[in-house]
C-alpha cells in the first residue's frame, strides 16, 4: 500500500459525459501527478500539481483539467468523454515537506481508476 | 520521449537471480535511475533509485556501471509474485519548472517460471 488513494475504482460512463477522478495524496505529500495508461500509448505523464499550483504539463488534452485543493487532494476532470480516452487513470504523489522538489525526490503511484467510455 | 533501453521480455526460474538490464547512454551528472515495476493493471510500484552508487534495498539491489551508461536491477531470490513489468527510468526535469515527471518507455515484461 503505497498510501496514495484514488477513487473511483472502476468508472463506466457514455461518449460526450464528463467525470470526475479523486486522488488523495500520501500524507505530508506535496506534489500530486497525473498519468494516463492506455493500450496503445502506454504510461503518459499528464499534469502535476504542487501545493495547489500547477508545475507541469504534459500531454494533456483541453478536455482535461485539474486541480489540487488546499487540503491537497487533486481532482481530475475529463470532459466531452471519446472512445479513446478509455485507460488507466494513475495519481501519484511525492514531495513531503522538507524534501520537495529534491533530486531524490520519489513518486507513489495509487491503484488507479479505470475509466471506459463506451 | 524514455532515455533508456530495456529488453521488452525475460523470463527467470523461482529462487533465482533475476537480473534486469537497462541502458542510458544520454544520461547526465545529475540524473537518478528509478525502477518501478507494475504488476498486472495496477499502479507502478517504487523499487529502488539510485544516482552513483550501488544500491540496495529491502527489494532489490541497483549496480550502476562506472560510466553511469547502463544499470542492472537484481531480484536476489525471484518469486512468482515478481511477475511484472519493470520500468527502468531516467529522472528528467521539465525546464524552468522545476518538475520531475517519470517518463515511462515500455519496460520489461519478466516472467518468473515455477
Known amino acids: 500500500d503505497s498510501g496514495v488513494t484514488q477513487t473511483p475504482k472502476h468508472l463506466i460512463t457514455a461518449t460526450g459525459q464528463r467525470v470526475t477522478l479523486r486522488c488523495s495524496p500520501r500524507s505530508g505529500d506535496l506534489s500530486v501527478y497525473w498519468y494516463q495508461q492506455s493500450l496503445d500509448q502506454g504510461l503518459q505523464f499528464l499534469i502535476q500539481?504542487?501545493?495547489?499550483?500547477?508545475?507541469a504539463k504534459g500531454n494533456i488534452l483541453e478536455r482535461f483539467s485539474a486541480q489540487q485543493f488546499p487540503d491537497l487532494h487533486s481532482e481530475l476532470n475529463l470532459s466531452s468523454l471519446e472512445l479513446g480516452d478509455s485507460a488507466l487513470y494513475f495519481c501519484?504523489?511525492?514531495?513531503?515537506?522538507?524534501?520537495?522538489?529534491?533530486?531524490?525526490?520519489?513518486?507513489?503511484f495509487g491503484p488507479g481508476t479505470r475509466l471506459t467510455v463506451l | 520521449d524514455a532515455k533508456t533501453t530495456q529488453p521488452p521480455s525475460m523470463d527467470c526460474a523461482e529462487g533465482r537471480a533475476a537480473n534486469l538490464p537497462c541502458n542510458h547512454s544520454?544520461?547526465?551528472?545529475?540524473?537518478?535511475v528509478y525502477w518501478y515495476r507494475q504488476i498486472h493493471s495496477q499502479g507502478p510500484q517504487y523499487i529502488i533509485h539510485g544516482l552513483k552508487n550501488n544500491e540496495t534495498n529491502e527489494m532489490a539491489s541497483l549496480i550502476i556501471t562506472e560510466d553511469r551508461k547502463s544499470s542492472t536491477l537484481i531480484l536476489p531470490h525471484a518469486t512468482l509474485r515478481d511477475t511484472a513489468v519493470y520500468y527502468c527510468?531516467?529522472?528528467?526535469?521539465?525546464?524552468?519548472?522545476?518538475?520531475?515527471?517519470?517518463?515511462f518507455g515500455q519496460g520489461t515484461r519478466l516472467t518468473i517460471n515455477p
Open positions: 500539481y504542487y501545493n495547489g499550483e500547477e508545475r
Open positions: 527510468i531516467v529522472r528528467v526535469s521539465v525546464k524552468g519548472q522545476g518538475a520531475q515527471k517519470l517518463v
Open positions: 501519484a504523489s511525492s514531495a513531503p515537506r522538507g524534501l520537495a522538489g529534491g533530486p531524490a525526490d520519489t513518486q507513489y
Open positions: 544520454t544520461i547526465s551528472g545529475n540524473e537518478y
